[in-house]
């Protein structure tokens, strides 16, 4: 895949994915708000940096707010706790079991979910 994703995919693969909602708090959000600091906007959060080049469905969520405000600025601004919430992943981590489609990621409700290859989320047990 290129270096970025095209707006298009950014529409169907995590918008939708996403149930047009903040992954995290579930939020409802507006297509047309994105990178807006209103009630509604959202921006696309990589779970491992942008610079790792990952750019495969598993390692990108929609969330609310921007880099600096809602649930995106929180994790930007909180990397061990997103870490620990499957988040973010660390840039350095290039083991196998660190691939964002293996690294589950926990909702604000407690629930834990795999996002996958084909642009799914999955929830899984919590003590998986
Ligand atoms: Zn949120």
Known sequence: MGA???????????????GQCCFYCGRSLSWSLRGSMLAGGWS?????G??????????????????????????TEHPEEAFELGLAIR?????????????????EDKTWWLLTERGQAREVEASW
């Not at 696309?44 to 491992?48: A, F, G, M, N, V």
């Not at 609310?64 to 405000?69: A, D, H, K, M, V």
């Open 4 to 18: 970025e994703y095209t707006p298009k995919q950014v529409r169907y693969l995590f918008f939708d994915r996403e």
């Open 44 to 48: 696309l959060h990589h779970r491992k």
């Open 50 to 75: 942008r610079r790792a080049g990952d750019t495969s469905y598993p390692n990108a969520l929609i969330l609310c707010g921007t880099g600096t405000t809602g649930c995106h600025g929180w994790v």
């Open 91 to 107: 840039r350095l981590a290039t083991t196998e079991e660190y691939e964002p489609a293996r690294v589950r990621v926990r909702r």
